[in-house]
């Protein structure tokens, strides 16, 4: 609800807190980067105090800088804020994860659990915009900011009474050094990549992405020789989690990056307001979430593997449905979407249940920070590479033929994006803004087709991988029928 909630309070937080261009960039983006950094040593961290101890401790965190967002009277006060909410909530994705991990040894409710765990993602992102949308009508934009509040007072006082604690007996102490490279490192790759998404390639981008993939080396190099690594190597043993990892990447980034795409359409071509296309999205969110409770139903009569390599498919046809939309094809748009996350939403829940399961207990506190890093380095990337794909296209389209007779800067900005394009166009003659806007939409739809082909012809690959390399994984619960129960491992503390 957090994430999705936040475009909705810019222009109210712009007009009282006057933040300059630099300040609305980091809270919008501060929120991201702290979780994305610090995501494996939230994970460790968990495996080492206690991963309900970690999730209730970042709970209270969570609730106080929320009341502290909502109270802001600066932009810097809301920068760190929105920053120690990214470090709360860092604390709470790979807990939860690890947690049901711990909870669920039996393969079927595991993958349920998953499911449901995956729904309320699904739900919240929903919600965001409507209850968002509803408290901006009647109160001030930090009010948007509570909507958590009432949920972490909730896991404070039934997470002690209803979750089990778990905590790995061998662990050893933090490294510090390796918690310094693998925030330096992360953040980095990070922001770097996001800039190259907002503002192309850079030297400054690029070098602060490479500096990011050094300090990232460095992280691992030491992680091979310390006696007390915050990250265990010997996780990317595993095939199946190796394969679970880079599909979730992949999985993520095209999605966010069609999602991207998708929202410049609803709002610059069919001309809906934020909330409105907000409400255009609904459909493909609501869609997920039968798909995210059955699958692992489904999945006690197929092997994960072909689940996971069908769900890519249906996504393939999803998007191949998406290049054939054009200016007045909002039906076809949204069924696009729809059908695209269906299918991801499919290989999102194995993927996730996949990579956990793949782990021992004892790890699955820096298996959950693995694949929850994995889908905001996804994110980034999507964001990143589908992002220069498309500008690349939409900037061929705009040939200085289609642009000749109308003021230099107003070229430059339609040049630049659809959006510099809408606002050059507002400048200009009434039929000379028509044909201008005609053409920059024309462009767009060329860069939103080439984007989802790419994205077709990604998800292709990854499903034929899949399908070949997980294809000897035991369905859930095949390995479990001919042994018993399995008793609780050490280190459980049940409630």
Not at 328 to 348: K, R
């Amino acid at each position: 609800m957090d994430l999705t909630v936040l475009h909705l309070t810019v222009p109210g937080l712009t007009e009282d807190l006057h933040p300059s261009s630099t300040q609305l960039l980091w809270i919008v983006d501060i929120y991201g980067f702290m979780i994305a950094g610090c995501l494996v040593t939230a994970g460790s961290i968990g495996d080492r105090i206690g991963r309900r101890r970690l999730m209730l401790y970042g709970a209270a965190v969570f609730g106080v800088a929320s009341v502290l967002a909502a109270l802001s009277d600066s932009a810097g006060m809301l920068i760190v804020t929105r920053g120690l909410l990214g470090v709360a909530g860092a604390t709470l994705m790979p807990s939860t994860m690890a947690l049901i991990r711990t909870m669920f040894h039996d393969d079927v409710q595991r993958s349920r659990a998953i499911g449901i765990w995956m729904t309320s993602f699904m739900a919240g992102a929903a919600l965001g915009p409507l209850v968002g949308g509803a408290l901006l009508n009647f109160f001030w934009w930090g009010s948007v900011f509570l909507m958590g509040v009432p949920v972490m007072l909730l896991l404070l006082v039934l997470g002690p009474k209803v979750l089990p604690e778990y905590r790995a007996d061998a662990a050893g102490p933090m490294d510090l050094v390796s918690v310094v490279l693998s925030l330096v490192g992360m953040l980095s790759v990070v922001y770097g990549v996001k800039q190259i998404a907002g503002h192309g390639v850079t030297p400054l981008s690029v070098g602060i992405a490479v500096a990011g993939l050094l300090v990232g080396w460095a992280f691992l190099h030491r992680q091979r020789s310390s006696a007390n690594p915050l990250l265990d190597l010997g996780l990317f043993g595993n095939i199946r989690f190796n394969v679970a990892v880079v599909a979730l990447v992949v999985n993520t980034g095209v999605m966010m990056g069609l999602n991207f795409f998708a929202a410049q359409y609803l709002q610059l071509v069919h001309g809906s307001s934020p909330l409105e296309a907000g409400l255009w999205t609904l459909p493909m969110t609501i869609a997920g979430i039968p798909v995210a409770l059955l699958i692992p139903s489904v999945a006690r009569k197929v092997r994960p593997a072909y689940v996971m390599a069908l769900g890519l498919v249906v996504a393939a046809v999803g998007f191949v449905l998406i290049t054939q939309v054009q200016v007045s094809h909002l039906t076809l748009l949204v069924i696009g979407t729809v059908v695209m996350f269906v299918g991801l939403s499919a290989m999102g829940v194995f993927g996730t249940d996949m990579a956990v399961s793949a782990a021992p207990p004892e790890r699955a506190g820096a298996a959950s920070a693995v694949t929850s890093t994995a889908n905001e380095l996804g994110g980034a990337l999507g964001l990143a590479l589908l992002g220069s794909v498309g500008t690349a296209v939409y900037r061929s389209g705009m040939t200085d033929g289609d642009l000749a007779g109308i003021p230099a800067r107003a070229a430059q900005d339609a040049h630049e994006s659809l959006g510099g394009a809408v606002e050059a166009a507002g400048r200009l003659s009434a039929q000379a803004g028509a044909d201008l806007l005609r053409t920059a939409r024309s462009a767009f739809l060329d860069s939103l087709h080439a984007v989802s082909l790419v994205c077709a012809v990604a998800v292709l690959a990854l499903a034929v991988a899949i399908a070949v390399l997980l294809r000897n994984t035991a369905r859930p619960g095949e390995d479990q029928e001919a042994s018993p129960p399995q008793a609780a491992p050490d280190g459980v503390e049940t409630a």
